[in-house]
């Protein structure tokens, strides 16, 4: 079986806490300017098309995903985002990983279905 890895995982995941950051930041008066939203609407639909493009990699890559992946995916979002409350940092990281292993089991019984009815 070929292993790919966690690299557009880490890309994807980058993406959604950078959505989650603007979106923060641009709350802190409690409204989003015309120019913070367009900002926000850019940066998301860039890094959407390129998700969209690497989805199914993406797939695979949770669908191969190992233990020491997901704690490596866990260390990558603590070292690269600031998050500045460390039990919501910690929460972040925790419930993503419980995702992640929800997908990859999922993803596995549906492959054990499919060669048991095929």
Same mark, same amino acid.
């Given at each position: ?11 994807? &995941?980058? /993406?959604?806490? *950078?959505?989650?950051?603007?979106? &923060?930041? /641009? ?6 300017? !015309? !120019? ?6 850019? %940066? ?5 098309? *390129?998700?969209?493009?690497? /989805?199914?990699?993406?797939? %695979?890559? $949770?669908?191969? +995903? ?7 995916? *866990? =260390?990558?979002? %603590?070292? %690269? !985002? ?9 929460? $972040?990281?925790?419930? +993503?990983? $419980?995702?992640?292993? $929800? ?7 549906? =492959?054990? !279905? *499919?060669?048991?009815?095929?």
């Amino acid at each position: 079986m070929e292993s790919y890895g966690i690299e557009k995982l880490k890309k994807a &995941t980058a /993406a959604l806490i *950078r959505l989650g950051q603007q979106v &923060t930041e /641009a709350l802190e008066d409690d409204k989003i300017s !015309f !120019f913070e939203g367009a900002s926000i609407g850019f %940066n998301v639909g860039m890094d959407a098309i *390129r998700t969209v493009k690497d /989805a199914q990699h993406i797939w %695979n890559e $949770i669908k191969d +995903l190992e233990e020491a992946e997901a704690a490596q995916l *866990r =260390d990558y979002i %603590n070292d %690269n !985002f600031d998050i500045p409350d460390d039990k919501i940092e910690q929460a $972040i990281g925790e419930t +993503l990983i $419980i995702i992640l292993n $929800i997908a990859n089991y999922s993803a596995k019984m549906g =492959d054990i !279905f *499919r060669k048991k009815q095929g």
